[in-house]
């Protein structure tokens, strides 16, 4: 098996935490990325620059209730355009995202739209 380098966006959070885990018992090697990290969703270079060495890119960050600054359309919404832009420049071609049961658009959730426009934003065109 070949070893891999993956990003995880929200790597400190719940999920990207076990995620981490998991891809380390499996022998790859977890780049964990978070605000407290200085991967912040919010900052394409710092994106790209952690992203450089990577394979791919486990797109895990999100928000489950507004605080501040830190709203949907900033996290979900933001946070996937730049962390898609970030990979593009870093010549990744993978990016797998966490989004959310029953996102969809015009439903009349804040929450569930914003995912429902990450994953349209997700996709890396080829």
Not at 1 to 11: H, L, N, Q, V, Y
Not at 13 to 38: N, Q
Not at 51 to 79: K, M, P, W
């Amino acid at each position: 098996m070949t070893r891999k380098r993956i990003a995880i966006t929200g790597g400190t959070g719940f999920v990207g935490r076990h995620f981490a885990e998991l891809l380390r018992a499996r022998g790859h090697h977890a780049i964990v990325l978070s605000r407290r990290t200085g991967g912040d969703v919010g900052d394409v270079d710092a994106l790209t620059k952690a992203f450089a060495s990577c394979d791919a890119v486990a797109h895990l960050a999100g928000i489950n209730r507004e605080l501040g600054d830190q709203t949907y359309r900033r996290v979900h919404v933001d946070g996937t355009r730049n962390v898609v832009e970030a990979a593009r420049r870093a010549g990744l071609a993978r990016i797998a995202l966490l989004s959310f049961l029953r996102a969809r658009p015009d439903c009349g959730s804040a929450y569930h739209e914003s995912k429902s426009a990450a994953e349209e934003l997700s996709a890396i065109p080829a």
